[in-house]
């Protein structure tokens, strides 16, 4: 028995799973409804943060328009007031101008009141309202309008114990009821509650002195009237103001538009003549502000065309300069390089010095030519004449045959040449000719600076980008040189020697080929740290290349920051010599000079 009980399901637990799997439904679908509206939310405050950072009209319209709805809301709660407080000054001076006309009427019939009993009186309390609701309005009557008229006949010291009353009475408030029993005449806006509904009145009590027994005169006048008066009056200004605003805001986008328009015509035109359409100007219409402007651009954008003509044609002038002083050394060049040649074959017939002097003509001449290839093909790559023979080939190669062409200058100079490469392929479509020539023009820098200290060459790869460094661990660069050293015949130090006979031009063409590449050089080099260049090239000639992606980083991972610079403290001075002095010479000086 207690097993069969023990394996029965409580009943009461059975209908909950639903209820809880609908409970569960609904917050979830709440859930997601409110995702959704703040989602909308955010992105209508980011579409309108947009708009207001960048449209001018927008803000100048939206600020005029919230301005003005201040003012407007301003003027009209001021208005609404001095309208609603005239409507109940007319009404309360009304009221008790006829309150009082209608107190000596009421007194008049109730002469002689006083010892009756509470039927008597209320007797003639009843024919005296008549007779009130029945008189003739009094001149300010007609403005008070209509009323429902109250007498009682209650003490001071009575209260509010079996008072004797016809009429509303229990719709006067006991505090006005207790200052007119006080022998006062008093007023007040009171709401009344009615199974009707809510009905507020303006109370005007007073006193009826001119009879023995005391009794009192209440007339509640209804402001219904004055009520649906306000109710038009804020309905009209209400609608007038929201009137009122939308014509500010189209007066106002007009206005704006008038002024903006002219200024994003001058930014458009501004845009298309920085984009190189030098024929574009502003139309300058009437004689205002406006035009002015549009004058005044167009004289200097026409200045500008007239330099930017003057500029492209001394730069034309130049590049033709160059290129035909370089074809018209060729031929002396080489009739010099044929004797040269000559001479150069019989040296081991001239004495010594004669020898030397044969072999120096010799690397001049090489020197001399290499500089007018140089010439030329800087000057080609200014005219915009080079084109890019690119292929899809492997670039390791390319890297390799670099290296090669360079191992002699390097063992001449006592560095060491290390190549990285990948192992996965490395293809990308390049001009080999091009890219060969950046390489060993990299390579050559890098030895002539290395201090006979090991350069590495290493390419890497990924998805997009080929990216290739070529890294010594020499001199270094100083702050600010590494965006110098690809400017034409710049050298970091002047009286430094040459080892491998370099122009000055090397690297100003290896940053135009990287650059006909769709590609980068770019340079990094710290005092005492040596220096690197990162070579980073399209992959496709259809894909640009981004340095954040580039499979190499620079500065290089072998970089060590610079520790941070403590403060020399002044107990020991240290006397460096002036720049121009003249010193003793120490021996290994008087060696160095001798060398």
């Not at 063992?411 to 490395?426: C, H, I, N, Y």
Request: with cysteine.
């Amino acid at each position: 028995m207690t097993a069969e009980t023990a394996t029965e399901p409580p009943e009461p637990d059975a209908p909950r799973a639903p209820e809880a799997g609908r409970l569960g439904a609904s917050a979830r679908a709440a859930v997601r409804l409110v995702r959704r509206v703040v989602a909308s939310a955010r992105r209508r405050a980011v579409a309108f943060n947009d708009l207001w950072r960048h449209s001018l009209q927008f803000r100048v319209t939206i600020s005029t328009l919230a301005l003005s709805s201040a003012v407007v809301f301003v003027l009209g709660m001021v208005l609404q007031n001095q309208i609603t407080e005239r409507l109940l000054d007319t009404k309360r001076h009304a009221a008790v101008e006829q309150t009082q006309a209608l107190a000596d009427t009421a007194a008049r019939e109730l002469v002689g009141v006083g010892g009756e009993g509470a039927d008597a009186l209320h007797t003639r309390l009843e024919n005296a309202l008549k007779k009130i609701s029945t008189t003739s309005a009094s001149p300010a009557g007609s403005t008070a309008g209509t009323f429902e008229p109250v007498l009682a006949s209650v003490r001071a010291d009575q209260g509010d114990k079996d008072p004797i009353y016809v009429g509303p009475f229990n719709s006067v408030p006991v505090g006005l009821r207790q200052f007119v029993e006080g022998n006062h005449l008093a007023r007040l806006e009171h709401t009344v509650v009615t199974p009707g509904g809510r009905t507020t009145y303006l109370i005007v009590g007073t006193p009826l002195n001119s009879v023995a027994s005391p009794l009192q005169l209440y007339l509640l006048f209804p402001l219904t009237s004055e009520q649906n008066t306000v109710s038009t009056v804020q309905n009209t200004l209400l609608v007038g103001g929201l009137v009122l605003l939308l014509l500010l805001a189209g007066i106002t986008n007009l206005v704006v538009r008038q002024v903006v328009r002219p200024v994003r015509e001058a930014a458009a035109a501004a845009e298309q003549f920085a984009g190189g359409d030098l024929d574009q100007r502003l139309a300058a219409v009437g004689e205002d502000d406006l035009a002015k402007l549009a004058v005044s651009y167009n004289g200097m954008a026409a200045s500008i065309q007239r330099q930017i003509r003057q500029l492209e044609e001394f730069g034309g002038l130049q590049r033709r300069f160059t290129s035909d002083v370089s074809h018209e050394l060729r031929t002396p060049l080489t009739t010099v390089r044929m004797a040269a040649d000559v001479l150069h074959a019989s040296r081991e017939q001239f004495p010594a010095g004669l020898a030397r002097s044969t072999e120096l003509l010799v690397d001049e001449l090489d020197r001399f030519e290499a500089l007018l290839g140089d010439l030329l093909e800087i000057s080609r790559l200014d005219a915009g004449v080079e084109e890019l023979s690119a292929e899809l080939i492997d670039v390791r190669p390319i890297a390799a045959r670099a290296v090669e062409q360079v191992r002699v200058i390097a063992g001449t100079a006592g560095s060491a040449v290390e190549l990285v490469l990948p192992e996965q392929d490395a293809s990308a479509e390049v001009d080999a000719r091009r890219v060969e020539r950046i390489l060993r023009n990299l390579l050559a820098n890098a030895v002539d600076h290395s201090e006979g200290k090991p350069v590495v060459l290493t390419v890497g790869v990924n998805e997009t980008a080929v990216a290739i460094t070529v890294r010594d661990h020499g001199v270094g660069l100083r702050g600010g040189e590494a965006d110098l050293v690809f400017n034409r015949f710049w050298r970091a130090d002047p009286s430094r020697n040459r080892r491998t006979g370099g122009t000055g031009l090397g690297l100003a063409i290896s940053q135009e080929d990287a650059r006909l590449h769709g590609g980068e050089l770019e340079a990094w080099g710290e005092p005492g740290e040596g220096a690197c260049f990162r070579l980073l090239l399209p992959r496709r000639q259809d894909v640009p290349v981004v340095a954040a992606e580039s499979p190499l980083p620079l500065p290089p991972l072998d970089h060590t920051p610079a520790a941070p610079v403590l403060p020399v403290l002044p107990a020991a001075l240290e006397v460096q010599p002036a720049p121009g002095a003249i010193l003793a010479d120490r021996d290994e000086d008087r060696e160095e000079v001798g060398r």
